[in-house]
T-cell receptor
């Protein structure tokens, strides 16, 4: 099952710079895309989502961009902080309530002071 | 801030034994989920639950698995006869109707089958 793909297993950036995490998908029926952050020994924490009818959603330092024609989305973190170091998961869901999330493999972000 | 809780944090069991993983979803949420993550692999959907019924289940969720909401607060996942390949982190999640697709996750239970 390769419906959601995160092709970069890891990313390292300097504190204060921009972090860009990428995600690709294959199912054009996905209705929502979500980003989760996960620290070791904790559950995933919801960060930000975007509806398939939008191309951008912003929340503080976090912005998600959606390119439907390319079936690609990205999460931008500006400025990056050491506390942002975690694994970031891209997930997608179909329309409707109570729908399962389909996950990417995750990208481990390291923000260096 | 309300949160999803899970117990135990770590469960070690022998192959063939039954285990019950427990979750307390956020109190005003109505949709409940179980996911699992085998080490090094993707988070995988197991089952969703609403109004005391399974809404959707994955191919993984075979007859060895069952879910229950035994009272107004707990949501449990039972594995009747554990196999070595059931070793994974099991995450419970919940969500609220009309509040978007966001699901809120507990800290997980690490299940180790020996």
């Amino acid at each position: 099952d390769q419906q959601v793909k995160q092709n970069s297993p890891s990313l390292s950036v300097q504190e204060g710079r921009i972090s860009i995490l990428n995600c690709d998908y294959t199912n054009s029926m996905f209705d929502y895309f979500l980003w989760y952050k996960k620290y070791p020994a904790e559950g995933p924490t919801f960060l930000i989502s975007i509806s398939s009818i939008k191309d951008k959603n912003e929340d503080g330092r976090f912005t998600v961009f959606l390119n439907k024609s390319a079936k690609h989305l990205s999460l931008h973190i500006v400025p990056s902080q050491p506390g942002d170091s975690a694994v970031y998961f891209c997930a997608a869901s179909l329309a409707g309530n109570n729908r399962k999330l389909i996950w990417g493999l995750g990208t481990s972000l390291a923000v260096n002071p | 801030e309300p949160e999803v809780t899970q117990t135990p944090s770590h469960q070690v069991t022998q192959m063939g034994q039954e285990v019950i993983l427990r979750c307390v979803p956020i109190s005003n949420h109505l949709y409940f989920y179980w996911y699992r993550q085998i080490l090094g692999q993707k988070v995988e959907f197991l089952v969703s639950f609403y109004n005391n019924e399974i809404s959707e289940k994955s191919e993984i969720f075979d007859d060895q698995f069952s879910v229950e909401r035994p009272d107004g607060s707990n949501f449990t996942l039972k594995i009747r006869s554990t196999k070595l390949e059931d070793s994974a982190m099991y995450f419970c999640a919940s969500s609220a109707p009309g509040q978007g697709p966001e699901q809120f996750f507990g800290p997980g239970t690490r299940l180790t089958v020996l």
